[in-house]
């Protein structure tokens, strides 16, 4: 359904979309039908404003990450309004209905959605506040509108040879009946939109002027550091502060329920009296937990009974008659190990509480702290600043919890900091995974496909509406919508929830555990049939022309079929989630102790309309460093009820020195902007997995890699 469809369907009048605001400026607001509440069937989104001064402010409703969204909506709405971009600036939005995301119905950044959700409103609200501009300057001038034209934050009469700044009319604009159905621009038209625009906030974040989370500094600030139990579940027994009181600059101990944390001058301070404190801890009945008893509980419950999470044809026929292939895919809990630790400063008073910090769902945070100091919620200020990292860590809000549980015992703003190894070992970790996948052939062609996903639900948590019918939503995005035309197909889901470890977003979400299943699985028939693994794709990828474009030009560019040195061997693999089309080719080499060095990755990416390649590239470059990193590397590990992992020592990096030449192709493409801060994470692995195959013969179903196996030391 279009934009528009959907909303004759919800009942809101295309004039609904934008009204004109207060007098000096011009205000344009765009409205887009979510989920709601009754009472609350619609809320503005977004809003534009233009002030004398001819700067055009877009409040975001989107945080900016690292992603460049902040230049992406930048260039979507300047150019639909035709103003300077050098003129234009955004701020982050306040918590407020108003800036719900479209796809989601909250206030929230992530699952790639950002340009995918506000790319047509955005322009609507560029072309609809152009249109009002172009309005007041033929009323001014006495002249019709349609002899108009707009350029640079300016509208122009070629024919009197008169021009005005947008600054000068918005009084006038703002007075102007609002424009239901704005006229958009073609895309031979675009001034920015497919251009490589240089990121708004690249000076800024080089001199040190961007301020994050962890530099906010209200007047009179405190700083505290805080620990909390290291077995989950477990509870404060007693804290003897007799040696924190020693160190300089210390203040005072805060204890409360799960956590300690101590308040000093600066938190260097903190940090070094929270070490000195000696802490008892009730640990509570998670301290025998361990890896061994995680992964047989979700192997025992994989052999349970899955819902139905899409199903076409009939599959147990299918599997009954054919040549009958059988895999199982696993991957293990990772954490988000954001480079900007942990950190919020509240300031709470008996009236009134206010927060600093970065974070991608405001609104929850403000309700949770309202709750946690018991404030009413419009007593709660949150400002929001750029993040020093997400991949989903930010979703949730536990950390300024506990913030503020902190400020209820602080006189004036403190500013509570967790220390690496706290921030890695009280994360909100990536489930651990479980597939069993079955496929039958015939005539070379697979006609029946079983994939049962087994799995933690971060939606029934996170985003209950997201979990129905026992089927968690996120956990079979990838499989149900798989690229494939299988004529018999079933996808199961088994809810399986780890004992004691909590579960999160992690970038990728459920795609990166999906995509490493199916395209292991795929490469591994290939190589039984014996059939080239990008033929086989191929022949199954009739109707799926995006992406057979982009396997042809990845594997043009990436030299497939050429051949290579001894122990180096050449990967694919191939999606469409998030709307967007990949195909990556990997090239690694095995020495013979097992250890990899990953020579090459070609990427070749249809993400619809490409706002801004240079982002798109920047993009697909990180999140396949993010996601080798986790395929070499990436392993969270339990004992006795604790995080083995505390820092990066022990949880690794992918080095500079490691990293692998990257190139991105990004094609051309008139169709509705893809999302494509996540493509990348899920499309690295199963093409490096794929590589090792090739190179040694060994098929790895399970990530981080075995290097031993590798090695030839140990069976797979």
């Not at 506040?129 to 001014?140: D, K, N, S, T, Y």
């Not at 900007?340 to 970065?358: Q, S």
């Amino acid at each position: 359904m279009s934009t528009n469809a959907s909303l004759e369907a919800r009942g809101l009048s295309r004039r609904d979309l934008l009204k004109a605001g207060a007098a000096g400026f011009l205000l344009v607001s765009f409205r887009l039908p979510v989920a709601r509440a009754a009472g609350d069937t619609f809320a503005p989104n977004a809003f534009i404003r233009i002030g004398d001064d001819d700067v055009v402010t877009l409040v975001m409703p989107q945080v900016e990450m690292g992603q460049g969204i902040y230049t992406t909506v930048g260039m979507i709405l300047a150019d639909e309004l035709d103003a300077d971009f050098n003129k234009v600036v955004l701020q982050h939005a306040p918590p407020d209905k108003a800036y719900n995301n479209p796809l989601f119905g909250i206030q929230a950044t992530g699952g790639s959605t950002s340009v995918r959700a506000f790319w047509d409103p955005l322009r609507k609200a560029g072309a609809a506040g152009r249109a009002m501009l172009v309005e007041a300057a033929a009323q001014q001038w006495s002249v019709e509108p349609s002899t108009c034209r707009t350029s640079n934050s300016e509208v122009i009469h070629d024919a009197s040879g008169r021009k005005v700044g947008y600054g000068a009319l918005a009084a006038l604009a703002a007075t102007m009946k609002p424009v239901g159905e704005p006229k958009l621009k073609l895309a031979k038209d675009y001034t920015l939109i497919g251009k490589p625009v240089k990121r708004k906030d690249t000076l800024d974040k080089t001199d040190g002027r961007s301020k994050y989370g962890i530099d906010a500094m209200p007047t009179g600030v405190k700083f505290a550091a805080i620990a909390q139990c290291p077995i989950f579940g477990g509870k404060v027994g007693h804290v003897d502060d007799t040696k924190a009181k020693a160190i300089k600059g210390f203040q005072q101990v805060v204890a409360d329920d799960d956590f300690v944390a101590v308040v000093a001058d600066t938190t260097w301070s903190a940090m070094q009296a929270l070490t000195a404190l000696d802490i008892k801890w009730d640990e509570g009945p998670n301290a025998n937990v361990n890896s061994a008893q995680v992964w047989d509980a979700l192997r025992a419950a994989s052999k349970g009974t899955g819902a139905v999470a899409k199903q076409a044809g009939d599959v147990d026929k299918a599997l009954a008659d054919g040549t009958r292939y059988d895999g199982v895919y696993e991957l293990p809990f990772l954490a988000h190990a954001t480079m900007e630790p942990l950190n919020c400063t509240v300031h709470y008073t008996k009236d009134a509480c206010e927060v600093w910090t970065g974070t991608q769902v405001i609104a929850r945070v403000q309700e949770a702290v309202a709750k946690a100091v018991g404030l009413p919620i419009e007593k709660v200020t949150v400002h929001n600043f750029y993040l020093g990292g997400g991949f989903g860590r930010r979703l949730d809000h536990d950390m300024t919890i506990r913030a503020a549980r902190v400020a209820l015992h602080v006189d004036g703003p403190v500013k509570v900091t967790w220390g690496r190894e706290e921030d890695m070992q009280h994360d909100v970790y990536r489930p651990v995974y479980h597939n069993a996948v079955s496929a039958t052939l015939k005539d070379g062609k697979i006609v029946g496909w079983s994939h049962r996903i087994t799995g933690s639900s971060i939606m029934a948590r996170w985003f209950p509406a997201g979990f129905k019918d026992g089927v968690d939503g996120d956990a079979v995005d990838g499989a149900i919508d798989q690229p494939y035309g299988f004529p018999n197909l079933k996808v199961e889901y088994i809810r399986a929830e780890p004992p004691a470890v909590p579960t999160g977003f992690w970038r990728g979400v459920g795609p990166n555990n999906n995509i490493f299943a199916i395209e292991s699985f795929i490469d591994d028939i290939a190589h039984r049939e014996k059939v080239d693994p990008v033929a086989f794709r191929l022949r199954h990828l009739d109707n799926n022309p995006r992406l057979k474009a982009a396997i042809h030009l990845a594997t043009e560019k990436g030299n497939w079929g050429a051949p290579t040195s001894a122990r180096v061997g050449r990967g694919i693999s191939v999606q469409n989630a998030w709307n967007t089309f990949v195909a990556t080719v990997c090239e690694a080499e095995v020495d013979e102790n097992g250890e990899v060095r990953v020579h090459r990755l070609v990427t070749a990416i249809d993400a619809g309309i490409p706002v801004n390649p240079d982002t798109i590239a920047a993009q697909i470059e990180g999140a396949l460093i993010f996601g080798l990193t986790a395929a070499l590397f990436g392993e969270v590990t339990i004992e006795n009820g604790r995080v083995q992992q505390s820092n990066f020592n022990d949880y690794r990096m992918l080095r500079i020195n490691e990293a692998p030449k990257i190139e991105v192709h990004v094609i051309p493409s008139t169709e509705h902007p893809g999302g494509v801060g996540e493509p990348g994470t899920a499309s690295g692995p199963p093409a490096l997995a794929n590589a090792l195959f090739a190179a040694t013969g060994v098929r790895l179903t399970r990530l981080p890699i075995d290097r031993e196996a590798l090695a030839g030391r140990k069976p797979v």
